[in-house]
Nanobody
Framework: QVQLVESGGGLVQPGGSLRLSCAAS????????MAWYRQAPGKQRDLVAR???????NYADSVKGRFTISRDNAKNTVYLQMNSLKPEDTAVYYC?????????WGQGTQVTVSS
């Protein structure tokens, strides 16, 4: 069982930046595709960004040009750099790891964008 622990959430003003981290408890982290999802109150959980084991990335249209996903396989960690944050980015952000038919979720970290 892979455990994922997110950190880095918090309260930030519009236009500000945050960097989320997700540390994985596995020694085969490099084979996993990693992703960030978010869920706002009363809404479904949506994909924000994904990075494959090869380093290929894709993003939701709403965050393209503002968010960057990256991974450090030596540290078993995936990151989400979030710039130019907007109030509509407010949500709980979840980390996910996928390999074959195996999928794992983190517990989530709250991001609030407000003045």
């Amino acid at each position: 069982q892979v455990q994922l622990v997110e950190s880095g959430g918090g309260l930030v003003q519009p236009g500000g930046s945050l960097r989320l981290s997700c540390a994985a408890s596995t020694n085969i982290f490099s084979v996993y595709a990693m992703a960030w999802y978010r869920q706002a109150p009363g809404k479904q959980r949506d994909l924000v960004a994904r990075i494959t084991s090869d380093g290929n990335t894709n993003y939701a249209d709403s965050v393209k040009g503002r968010f960057t996903i990256s991974r450090d396989n030596a540290k078993n960690t995936v990151y989400l750099q979030m710039n130019s944050l907007k109030p509509e980015d407010t949500a709980v952000y979840y980390c996910r790891a996928d390999y074959g038919r195996s999928g794992h979720w983190g517990q989530g970290t709250q991001v609030t964008v407000s003045s």
